[in-house]
């Protein structure tokens, strides 16, 4: 289940990083664990068009992907 959740979630966050940098308007994820929130970090690591942070308390803390030089 994890890799398959992984796999899946390194896709989607793929997609959703390559709309980012195309539009250059940062995007946040819905709420999700914090598990969760770590494949996506590691995920997008290797990218240098874009950054990720997490903001928002538990249990709604999500990621956001915003383009490099957006701040």
Do not use: C
Request: glycine share 6%; aromatic share 4%.
């Amino acid at each position: 289940y994890r890799a398959k959740r992984k796999e899946a979630l390194s896709r989607f966050v793929n997609q959703v990083a390559d709309e980012v940098v195309s539009s250059g308007t940062a995007r946040a994820l819905e709420p999700m664990p914090s598990s969760d929130r770590k494949i996506i970090h590691d995920a997008l690591t290797g990218r240098t068009d874009i950054e990720t942070h997490s903001e928002g308390e538990d249990p709604y803390r999500r990621v956001v992907i915003t383009p490099v030089g957006s701040n």
